[in-house]
């Protein structure tokens, strides 16, 4: 039998306690692990980011090349015209 009668509600309420301790101490390593990936893929996603400003700086523009082979075109054509 119990010493007093409420100290079968204490032993509940430092058991519950404790399983609300190791519930927050989960969910705050949880909560660790997804800050860290989702900074992983920050690093990753400005990294591309990066990757493809590089690439767009060195293509040629549409309008540009279309000048250059329309040019070339013309160079040829008078080419062949002169030569016969």
């Known amino acids: 039998m119990t010493a007093y009668p409420g100290e079968g509600v204490a032993l509940e309420l430092e058991r ?5 301790d190791v519930g927050f101490a989960t969910t705050r390593g949880d909560l660790a692990l997804l800050l860290q990936r989702a900074d992983q893929t920050d ?4 990294d ?3 990757r493809l400003d590089a690439l ?4 040629w523009p549409l309008p540009s090349l279309a000048a250059v082979v329309s040019c070339t075109a013309l ?3 008078l080419w062949e015209a002169v030569g016969r």
């Open 16 to 20: 519950l306690r404790r399983s609300v």
């Open 48 to 50: 591309h980011e990066d």
């Open 75 to 77: 160079a040829v054509t």
């Open 43 to 46: 690093k990753t996603l400005s």
């Open 56 to 59: 767009e700086r060195t293509r």
